[in-house]
């Protein structure tokens, strides 16, 4: 169903693809686990380009390509004739007479776009400014894990910056027709068009979309809170701004308070204790932060085995 597909928002796949993606990476992760190889991908080659920095995305994408048998080739824009001026339309057009598939995290989602119209092989959203879906992909295999496949019974919080991260969620939590809150300023809310789209997409599923100003009020029943940073890549001068407008919306106990009773937290990393979460907050849910990290590997081989397989 996805193979040649490209991933780049969550927005463009079916719910089936979705279950698709999230059935196959918890079988992958099976399989690792028992020590039961899947080569398929055998003699592919990966590309992975960044244009910002990276630790979870780039190694688990480059174990990843490794332990399905094929290669992955780490291309800084830095390096790249890219990172000079050659035109994205034609670096997508060499590197699909050299590639399997390329990896892409960069600043703007239209130039992952521009990528995807001109090469013929299966592009990667690794994150833009607009969206992260390998991590929310990854994000809905881990509440899976821990509180159990049925989405439509469970209730999802985002509070904090209306962020890659937010929209993201709302795609997905659409798809999978789960009560999804965001709480973020009012001058920080989630994209609107993408809001829109996942609204759209709530249609069909049942999934129940919400935003407000209130902390407390996204997270009231909450069985899953996440949270991420205040300032993402790129917005590093805003840092000490943003600390003060988002200081209310910092993920701490007292927050956690009005969520379900057995409520996890989950952050994709990097994370910020003392900003966005409370070291004691993090600490209690690091078994859930570490799985959510480690399904970044199993998540994104079931996207690049059915994509490029
Ligand atoms: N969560 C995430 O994408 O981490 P990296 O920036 O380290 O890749
Ligand atoms: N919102 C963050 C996510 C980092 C993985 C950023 O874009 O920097």
């Known amino acids: 169903m996805l193979q040649g597909k490209d991933l780049l928002s969550i927005h463009d796949l079916s719910a089936d693809e979705v279950a ?127 509180k159990g496949k049925n989405f439509r019974a469970l209730k999802a919080a985002y509070v904090g910056d209306g962020n890659n991260m ?37 249609e069909e599923t049942g999934a129940n979309l919400s935003w407000t100003e209130n902390p407390a009020e996204a997270v009231k029943d909450a069985d899953v809170v996440i949270t991420d940073t205040w300032a993402s890549m790129g917005q590093e001068a805003e840092h000490d701004a943003r600390k003060k407008i988002f200081a209310p919306y910092q993920v701490n106990k007292n927050l956690l308070r009005g969520a379900s009773k057995n409520v996890i937290a989950m952050h994709c990393l990097p994370a910020y204790r003392g900003e966005e979460i409370t070291e004691e907050v993090f600490e209690n849910n690091a078994h859930v932060i570490f799985d959510e990290a480690e399904n970044r590997l199993h998540t994104q081989k079931a996207i690049m085995a059915l994509t490029m397989g």
Do not use: W
Request: net charge neutral; glycine share 8%; proline share 3%.
């Open 166 to 202: 937010a929209n993201s969620l709302l795609y997905g939590a659409a798809k999978v027709g789960m009560t999804f809150a965001v709480a973020t300023p009012a001058n920080y809310k989630p994209n609107q068009k993408v809001f829109e789209n996942a609204l759209a997409d709530a």
């Open 20 to 146: 698709e993606i999230l059935d196959f990476a918890a079988q992958l992760k099976v399989m690792q686990k028992t020590g039961v190889e899947h080569k398929i991908l055998a003699g592919k080659t990966l590309g992975m380009i960044f244009e910002k920095s990276s630790t979870r995305t780039r190694v688990s994408f480059e174990a990843g390509i490794f332990q399905l048998g094929g290669t992955g080739l780490f291309l800084s824009s830095k390096d790249l004739q890219l990172g000079r001026g050659e035109p994205i339309k034609d670096t997508a057009r060499v590197l699909s007479r050299y590639l399997d598939g390329i990896m892409i995290r960069t600043f703007e989602q239209e130039k992952v776009e521009e990528l995807a119209k001109f090469a013929d092989i299966p592009i990667i959203n690794g994150l833009t400014d607009l969206l992260h879906p390998c991590q929310v992909l990854t994000d809905l295999l881990t509440i899976r894990e821990h």
